[in-house]
């Protein structure tokens, strides 16, 4: 037990003595967060919007000054004629197009009027929200004459399909964020134990504390444990900051999703100390735990693409992912407001995760010696 | 505790296909200074591994202190000493507390700790620098700090492992007055280098060629048996492609 306290006190040391190590592993999650969470969120800003009016009433003057006051919307051209759309799209001069019938304010007091919604579909997913947002102002504008107690009771027909569900306040960082942190934590923790642990390789001190009675345990814990309560106060700050920054809702147990933080810290811990454990030197093991944490955290966490649209390959290796179910958690927690009786499923996956990689780290540790 | 230190039979070490550590059988008294020597890739690093407790070996039979290399590994481990040829102490910890880490480690109280680094630092002439971080002491003061903390918890037996390699000259000379001293009080060294006026100095040395011992005995025996001048000349003959190894072994 003492000698457990020694090698933690000795870690505590090496932190102290490298502060600058300190601030980045602190810093760098929240910077990070920042920066991604504006980058990769999804709301469409300065869409470039052209317009077809053939024969402008009262009606569809209105409608434009609609889309024109929306804030989301450029509008690039008022046309004449459909046909002149197209070549803007593929200029790529606009990104969508919304057409109007002629005689709509006509056709709308009949009951019957219609209009196109286009979209430049490169993009699926920019496309589907293009098409949310034009759609959300045309039934805007039909609620609020329906509203009004006009003699039409608001049935505008549109012949634009959309599937995609509408997000009203156009907040994308509420679903990012709580993946990012997921994203930023495991990184960040898997990337500071893989490498002072080869460091210790490298300096030769590893072997004089495994030719010492410490067991592999003790070392693997001495390791862990600093570097939990880092990645701890790391996780505090993201959250601090997704709540300021973001405004992400916490509708859950903030305490619940601390511990849930906690393990799944935990998992990553040991993720990094398995890559140290197998690799030799520093640079690779930064490339193995970067490699090992950051793609799969991108691409199979659920973090930006939804698992249940993945091919059942991917869907099943994603379970291997810690991330994947941190981000369900987290987002259950944060959005949802659901407790241990919804995310205990999860939080077993990680605790179980930890265990799995924490043994065999302390195997390869033991294996290395044969 | 026994007057053989290290006894080592017939022991074996493969990788694969390879075979580091072939057959070798030596013994090592208590209170000698035993050098191992051989070339690099000769299988020195490997055997001290398997005796130390770090690689199981792969056939023959060991005993360290009494203690068997196969079972009584963790036994081992608390009577040895172990300076590795990369260096051990933390290098951004002071003196001090490095001291204080590996009294920990080897379950010292906090007394002996204390004892034991106040006596070693002055031993070392190092009180002014014990709070410094080790990275800025000279090289030299270094691997004299990194022997002492291989013998704080006083063991039977110390391996180190190219301790002198990269020194100047005069260091390594006060380096070997520790190694003596060490000897005198009692514990074994067992020590390799690649210096051979360094082999001279040993009690007993053996030189290792390709996984074999080719060579074991007093320096002078050794130079009298294979009618060499120096140990140099011997290791040369010994270790040069295309001598047969076996010839001078008996």
């Known amino acids: 037990m003492r000698s457990l306290l020694g090698l933690l006190r000795k870690e505590v040391q090496h932190i102290r003595r490298d502060p600058r190590t300190l601030a980045v592993v602190l810093m760098l999650p929240v910077v990070q967060v920042v920066l991604f969470g504006f980058a990769i969120r999804t709301d469409v800003d300065h869409v470039r919007l052209a317009i077809v009016d053939p024969a402008p009433d009262e009606t569809t003057l209105a409608m434009r000054s609609r889309f024109t006051s929306a804030g989301v919307f450029e509008v690039k051209a008022v046309l004449q004629r459909l046909e002149d759309l197209e070549p803007l799209f593929q200029s790529g001069d606009i990104q969508e197009g919304v057409v109007f019938e002629r005689d709509f304010a006509a056709k709308l007091r009949d009951g019957d009027a219609q209009m196109l919604i286009v979209t430049d579909?490169?993009?699926?997913?920019?496309?589907?929200?293009?098409?949310?947002?034009?759609?959300?102002?045309?039934?805007?504008?039909?609620?609020?004459?329906?509203?009004?107690?006009?003699?039409?009771?608001?049935?505008?027909?549109?012949?634009?399909?959309?599937?995609?569900?509408?997000?009203?306040?156009?907040?994308?960082?509420?679903?990012?964020?709580?993946?990012?942190?997921?994203?930023?934590?495991?990184?960040?923790?898997?990337?500071?134990?893989?490498?002072?642990?080869?460091?210790?390789?490298?300096?030769?001190?590893?072997?004089?504390?495994?030719?010492?009675?410490l067991r592999p345990w003790s070392i693997i814990v001495g390791k862990v444990f600093p570097y939990l309560v880092i990645g701890f106060i790391s996780a505090i700050a993201v959250i601090v900051e997704a709540r300021l920054i973001f405004h992400v809702?916490?509708?859950?147990?903030?305490?619940?999703?601390?511990?849930?933080?906690?393990?799944?810290?935990?998992?990553?811990?040991?993720?990094?100390?398995?890559?140290?454990?197998?690799?030799?030197?520093?640079?690779?093991?930064?490339?193995?735990?970067?490699?090992?944490?950051?793609?799969?955290?991108?691409?199979?966490?659920?973090?930006?693409?939804?698992?249940?649209?993945?091919?059942?390959?991917?869907?099943?290796?994603?379970?291997?992912?810690?991330?994947?179910?941190?981000?369900?958690?987290?987002?259950?927690?944060?959005?949802?407001?659901?407790?241990?009786?919804?995310?205990?499923?999860?939080?077993?996956?990680?605790?179980?995760?930890?265990?799995?990689?924490?043994?065999?780290?302390?195997?390869?540790?033991?294996?290395?010696?044969? | 505790m026994t007057d053989v230190a290290i006894d080592a039979h017939d022991l074996t070490r493969t990788f694969g296909s390879f075979t580091a550590v072939d057959r070798i059988t030596f013994d090592?008294?208590?209170?000698?200074?035993?050098?191992?020597?051989?070339?690099?890739?000769?299988?020195?690093t490997t055997a001290i591994r398997m005796l130390t407790g770090l690689l199981t070996p792969s056939g023959g039979a060991a005993k360290v202190a009494g203690h068997d290399v196969y079972t009584e590994s963790e036994a081992i481990k608390r009577t040895i000493g172990y300076m590795s040829q990369r260096f051990s102490l933390y290098e951004d910890l002071s003196p001090r507390e490095n001291i204080r880490l590996y009294g920990g480690i080897y379950d010292l109280t906090l007394k002996q700790i204390r004892e034991r680094s106040e006596q070693m630092l002055s031993r070392l002439?190092?009180?002014?620098?014990?709070?410094?971080?080790?990275?800025?002491?000279?090289?030299?003061?270094?691997?004299?700090?990194?022997l002492s903390v291989a013998l704080l918890h006083r063991p039977a037996i110390v391996f180190l492992d190219e301790p002198t390699s990269g020194v100047d000259p005069v260091t390594r000379r006060q380096f070997w007055e520790l190694i003596y001293e060490t000897a005198?009080?009692?514990?074994?060294?067992?020590?390799?280098?690649?210096?051979?006026?360094?082999?001279?100095?040993?009690?007993?040395?053996?030189?290792?060629?390709?996984?074999?011992?080719?060579?074991?005995?007093?320096?002078?025996?050794?130079?009298?048996?294979?009618?060499?001048?120096?140990?140099?000349?011997?290791?040369?003959?010994?270790?040069?492609?295309?001598s047969d190894p076996d010839a001078g072994a008996k």
């Not at chain 1, 012949?159 to 709580?178: D, I």
């Not at chain 1, 810290?265 to 093991?285: D, E, F, K, P």
């Not at chain 2, 060579?215 to 000349?233: N, R, W, Y």
Request: hydrophobic share 50%; aromatic share 6%.
């Open chain 1, 121 to 213: 579909g490169t993009e699926p997913n920019t496309a589907s929200l293009l098409q949310a947002y034009a759609q959300s102002v045309v039934f805007a504008y039909q609620r609020e004459s329906a509203g009004v107690g006009r003699s039409s009771p608001g049935g505008l027909a549109i012949t634009a399909q959309v599937r995609t569900r509408f997000n009203p306040t156009r907040e994308s960082s509420n679903l990012f964020v709580p993946g990012l942190m997921a994203f930023v934590l495991t990184i960040i923790s898997s990337l500071m134990t893989a490498i002072s642990l080869t460091r210790e390789k490298e300096t030769g001190t590893l072997e004089a504390l495994l030719v010492s009675p």
């Open chain 1, 249 to 370: 809702p916490m509708r859950g147990s903030l305490l619940l999703l601390l511990a849930d933080a906690l393990l799944f810290i935990l998992a990553s811990l040991s993720l990094g100390i398995l890559v140290s454990a197998r690799t030799s030197s520093q640079r690779v093991a930064m490339m193995g735990a970067a490699l090992a944490t950051m793609l799969p955290n991108i691409l199979l966490s659920g973090f930006i693409f939804p698992v249940e649209s993945m091919p059942l390959a991917l869907r099943l290796l994603s379970n291997l992912i810690p991330g994947r179910w941190f981000v369900e958690i987290a987002r259950g927690i944060m959005l949802k407001g659901v407790g241990l009786e919804y995310v205990w499923p999860q939080s077993v996956v990680l605790v179980v995760m930890s265990l799995v990689l924490l043994t065999a780290a302390a195997r390869s540790f033991n294996a290395r010696l044969e």
């Open chain 2, 28 to 44: 090592v008294r208590a209170g000698e200074v035993f050098g191992f020597l051989g070339a690099n890739g000769a299988g020195k």
């Open chain 2, 125 to 146: 002439g190092m009180g002014a620098a014990a709070g410094r971080p080790v990275r800025e002491l000279p090289l030299g003061w270094r691997q004299k700090l990194a």
């Open chain 2, 184 to 242: 005198r009080g009692g514990t074994t060294v067992l020590v390799t280098t690649h210096y051979m006026d360094e082999a001279e100095y040993c009690d007993r040395i053996s030189i290792m060629v390709a996984g074999r011992i080719g060579a074991l005995g007093t320096p002078a025996e050794l130079k009298q048996q294979f009618v060499v001048s120096s140990i140099d000349d011997l290791f040369v003959r010994l270790a040069r492609p295309g």
